[in-house]
């Protein structure tokens, strides 16, 4: 048996390599990240605040900024780090953090804009009755069962990712760790594991994207 020992870190390549590179990129992410901070914010602070936008439709809006300011956070502010600083280091539990917040936040936006078409669908098809059924608890349990299916999308494929076995040379190429870049550094063959994962993805993925287009073609049939 191979005596390998067990990675305790993962050293991340950041965005570039070349330290002339960095100063142009680093600069220009940490500027598409600040206004895609500040359009979110100024989103969620309008549907607050106007009473008129109280409805529905900008309920989802508001709670989609939310989950774009989270996922574009879960990623780039360390990212740029790393290529500030020239060290990639992240420990064992960071990396599974970091995987299982970025795929829960990703599905999670996936699904509520599966809830936010059916919104539109039920505004068109049934305008009378559209008041009435997506009251404001049935938006929030929506939300809440975006947030869950989520989560349990993401334990999965985190679990699937982290439980085989790692070992050096144990430096990921890409800016944060993501599912195909950490399952190549596994000291065994994870194809089978990198398979079930596709699957399960092409399942959800397309059921959601499914259900989306199929409200969108239905509505306007209609």
Not at 44 to 73: E, G, Q, W
Request: hydrophobic share 50%; charged share 10%; with cysteine.
């Amino acid at each position: 048996m191979s005596n390998h020992t067990r990675v305790t870190h993962f050293i991340l390549r950041g965005f570039s390599d070349a330290p002339l590179l960095r100063l142009v990129v680093i600069p220009f992410f940490l500027l598409v990240y600040t206004f895609g901070l500040l359009g979110n914010i100024s989103i969620i602070t309008a549907v607050m605040r106007d009473s008129r936008l109280h409805s529905p439709m900008y309920f989802f809006l508001k709670n989609l900024s939310f989950l774009d300011m989270c996922y574009t956070s879960a990623t780039i502010p360390k990212a740029m780090v790393i290529s500030f600083t020239g060290s990639g280091v992240i420990s064992y539990i960071e990396c599974v953090a970091q995987l299982y917040i970025f795929i829960t936040l990703s599905a999670t936006e996936c699904f509520l804009l599966t809830a936010m078409a059916y919104d539109r669908f039920l505004a068109i098809l049934r305008p009378l009755l559209y008041g009435t059924i997506m009251s404001q608890k049935c938006r929030a349990e929506m939300v809440a069962s975006a947030w869950a299916s989520g989560a349990i999308y993401s334990a999965f494929h985190t679990f699937n990712t982290f439980s085989l076995p790692y070992c050096g040379p144990n430096i990921v190429e890409h800016f944060f760790c993501d599912i195909p870049p950490v399952m190549r550094l596994s000291c065994t063959d994870y194809h089978l594991n990198e398979e079930v994962g596709f699957a399960v993805s092409s399942c959800i993925v397309m059921s959601s994207f499914a259900l989306t287009v199929l409200s969108y073609v239905w509505s306007q049939v209609y």
